[in-house]
């Protein structure tokens, strides 16, 4: 955020790439492959792509870390060296170990845990092009290839961004948006109760602006929501037939 | 059990130290606790302690700033803290704190980065602030916001001569020109406490850590915790953490 620049993100009412400033990107969803793993999606936001896969509920090891109450869930949210404009040197970072834990609090509310005792469903994020909004492109895929495993869950996790670039609140950023904004927004949410599950934030905002920014970042995950819905009932009606 | 104690009494309105929910415990700064560094600051919050100590390096400035100065925040939670923490590179928790608290100070542009450029596109400040855990009884982050802001209230610019640092000698102040705050918001069912002891942080659903500026503006938000906050507490928590960010602020100096 805030670096200080010449760019104009928004002429004539209309961001750069021409969309309004609540339009979100095309988004694309695909269930499915990676036949190794019980549920993969893959998810576009614009030029973001997100693929994950979940494993299990499959048996913890070592056996020192099983809860006898409950399972767990482990994430890891990883960038391809390739996804981005310079070369990001593989493997972890302080910036995916915290998105890895963010993202794992962001799907936790929704798995019953209780169901898998002593076990764990691991979910890995790869993100293959990366052009803004990753963390949310990755929680969007990971709740899909959650769901198509089969893992006890209450509902899907939706997830979008926004933020405020040229003075303007808008929805979904993308990569100049997010370097070159005054503002962005993370945000996950349970759309049928109304629970926030991911929240990040940097900027510098009012209140007001900060509660218009949540509306719009909710209204969003509703359409995202409904997307999802549909894939998975298109996936599985099939399957069926 | 002690947890248990704490849940107990929050249900009927009370707190295991009969604070009030939306009460700090005491506050204590001591400022330069380390000859050594540029600034320094100790912060007491009840029995949780936290020193931040801020030093100074040359180095090259990012490609795309090239007349500013840079940031780096890093948080240890030594194993001397507390029996959960243990020696070794820093766990997940440490790098969120470190980075929730770098978020803060960086978006609220609280340095004026640009008076930290030595030449242009070549050499510049980075200001390193290490934040030392030194005991864990709840609500490291705040602390850890606390003491950061107000070691780098108190940092001084090291005298360079012929591209050597002279140590112990100063040329100015760093430049600080705003004052973020941090406030984090714990959620247990239907209530809201501030500045939750270790007990009580066990307990709790979820936080809401808000870092406010002088101007009240939010600038960072982090929500942490194993459940959802439903949305419609969120301006609630908001609220919470202005109204407090403006009391912690006048302990900053």
Known sequence: ???????????????????????????????????????????????????????????????????????????????????????????????????????????????FVQDFPKATVDVYIEILQADGSTRVTGINAASLAMAAAGVPMTDLVTACSAGKIDG???????????????????????????????????GA?????????????????????????????EKYEKALE | MRERYAYELIQKGMRIDERKFDEFRKIKIR???????????????????????????????????????????????????????ESGPPGEDAVELARVVDRGLRESHCLDLEKLCITPKEKVWTVFVDLHMINHQGNLLDASALAAITALHNSQVPKIEEDTIIRGEYVSKLPVVFTPVNVTVGKIEDKFILDPLIEEENILDSKLSVSVRDDDKICALQKMGEQGINFDDLEKMFDMAIKKSKELRKLVK
């Open chain 2, 31 to 85: 400022t330069d606790v380390s000859n050594k560094a540029e600034g320094s600051a100790h912060v007491t919050l009840g029995e949780t302690q936290v020193i931040a100590g801020v030093k100074l390096k040359t180095g090259e400035p990012y490609p795309d700033t090239p007349n500013e100065g840079t940031l780096i925040v890093n948080a240890e939670f030594t194993p001397l803290a507390s029996p959960d923490f």
């Open chain 1, 205 to 233: 905002l009012t209140k007001e602006e900060l509660v218009t920014l949540l509306n719009m970042a909710k209204e969003s995950c509703k359409k995202i929501y409904e997307m999802e819905m549909k894939v998975l009932k």
């Open chain 1, 168 to 202: 303007k609140l808008v929805s979904d950023l993308n990569g100049i948006e997010d370097n070159f904004g005054e503002a962005d927004l993370g945000y996950a949410m349970i759309p049928s109760k109304n629970m926030v599950t991911l929240l990040q934030m940097d």
């Open chain 1, 1 to 111: 955020m805030g670096h200080k620049s010449d760019k104009k993100l928004i002429v004539n009412g209309k961001r750069a790439d021409g969309r309004e400033l609540d339009q979100m990107r095309p988004i694309e969803m695909q269930i499915g492959l990676v036949n190794r793993a019980n549920g993969s999606a893959l998810v576009k936001f614009g030029d973001t792509h997100a693929i994950a896969a979940a494993y299990g509920p499959r048996e913890l090891m070592p056996r020192h870390k099983q809860e006898a109450d409950r399972g767990i869930i482990r994430t890891r949210y990883n960038m391809a060296p390739f996804s981005v404009d310079d070369r990001k040197a593989p493997g972890s970072d302080r910036r995916s170990t915290e998105l890895s834990k963010v993202i794992r609090l962001a799907l936790h509310p929704v798995v």
